[in-house]
Nanobody, 121 residues
Framework: QAPLVESGGGLVQAGESLRLSCRVT???????????KDWYRQAPGKQRELVAR???????YYVDSVKGRFTISKDNSRKTIYLQMNNLKAEDAAMYYC????????????WGHGTQVAVPS
């Protein structure tokens, strides 16, 4: 099984919401719990950008364009990362990817297939 399994994307109208999920299938629980957990996105013709991060201590980071609209969370027991996306905009349309990192390695796994978010303008 792929180490990162993203799901929850879809086609929505501007202003609607989606909740993305990312199962980290191969990490042992202690590794997952101690890791930084990231959501990235990549739109056509653009570089992949970090959208949100949640640190092991629960502190979070959001790129300015999603602050106040997106919320990252985690369920350590399920080794799953979530991204609640509210008030979606056309510029949020992209392929969304997750990954986890450690103090010595930014991304512990190769990228998964991602989950597509489409928001027609």
């Amino acid at each position: 099984q792929a180490p990162l399994v993203e799901s929850g994307g879809g086609l929505v109208q501007a202003g609607e919401s989606l909740r993305l999920s990312c199962r980290v299938t191969r990490a042992i629980l202690s590794t997952f719990s101690a890791s930084t957990k990231d959501w990235y996105r990549q739109a056509p013709g653009k570089q992949r950008e970090l959208v949100a991060r949640i640190n092991p201590d629960g502190t979070t980071y959001y790129v300015d364009s999603v602050k106040g609209r997106f919320t990252i969370s985690k369920d350590n027991s399920r080794k799953t990362i979530y991204l609640q996306m509210n008030n979606l905009k056309a510029e949020d349309a992209a392929m969304y990817y997750c990954n986890i990192g450690s103090s010595t390695q930014q991304h512990l796994y190769s990228w998964g297939h991602g989950t597509q978010v489409a928001v027609p303008s």
